[in-house]
């Protein structure tokens, strides 16, 4: 369970991403990794439904992008950052942001 101030920590930092990529320690010992989704993010999406239809196109990249969330954090950043000593505390998907956010919270071993 995360501890309330690092929660309210998350928050903060999260409500501030729009399509940044990036880590930062947010408490000792406590790392932050976040990408925010943007339009870029979906070629394929682009090329395969009809731009004349508006909402339908958001709903999408919302939900491909939160379909993906979890995929990004199983196969890449847990991975990546177990190298570092890193251990996986909590993550997921938060709408915020263009087309919300794939996040995942780490705690270095030692602390």
Known sequence: MIPPDIYNLINNVLDEVSDECNEEE?????LLKYEGWSNLCFEYGWNNIDENVDGE???YFYKHAEEQSHLIIEEDWKPRLAKRFYNFID???YKSGLYGITWALFKKDGF
Not at 26 to 30: A, Q
């Open 26 to 30: 947010i408490y000792e010992g406590y």
């Open 57 to 59: 196109i958001d709903d």
């Open 91 to 93: 993550g997921g998907y």
